[in-house]
């Protein structure tokens, strides 16, 4: 099993930057790839970005890209999402997610992964 826990969440203003965080336990962090994604109010959980095991190849939603950056460290077994010029359609709940090395589901799919957090409030402001 591995536990996640997500934080970082807030309330910030439109064109704010805000970083959540989401620390792993219970296995190998550097064994599982990583995901975020996130969920508004009466839609469905949609992908953000995601990261390998080592942290050398992401790849982002189109509606994300260029503003969200996701990196890890896998040391302190923590995944980041940078988020810079926050939008209010960015409002939502952001979960991590972890990807086990046998996972045959896509990476863009909720269904690709294993394990997830708790999730963490993000809310915009416009």
């Known amino acids: 099993q591995v536990q996640l826990v997500e934080s970082g969440g807030g309330l910030v203003q439109a064109g704010g930057s805000l970083r959540v965080s989401c620390v792993a336990s219970?296995?190998?962090?550097?064994?599982?790839?990583m995901g975020w994604f996130r969920q508004a109010p009466g839609k469905e959980r949609e992908f953000v970005a995601t990261?390998?095991?080592?942290?050398?190849?992401?790849y982002y939603a189109d509606s994300v890209k260029g503003r969200f950056t996701i990196s890890r460290d896998n040391v302190k077994n923590t995944v980041y999402l940078q988020m810079n010029t926050l939008k209010p359609e960015d409002t939502a709940v952001y979960y991590c997610?972890?990807?086990?090395?046998?996972?045959?589901?896509?990476?863009?799919?909720?269904?690709?992964?294993?394990?997830w957090g708790q999730g963490t409030q993000v809310t915009v402001s416009s």
């Open positions: 997610a972890a990807r086990s090395p046998r996972q045959q589901g896509r990476v863009v799919d909720a269904a690709g992964y294993d394990y």
């Open positions: 219970g296995r190998t962090f550097s064994n599982y790839a």
């Open positions: 990261i390998s095991r080592s942290g050398g190849s992401t």
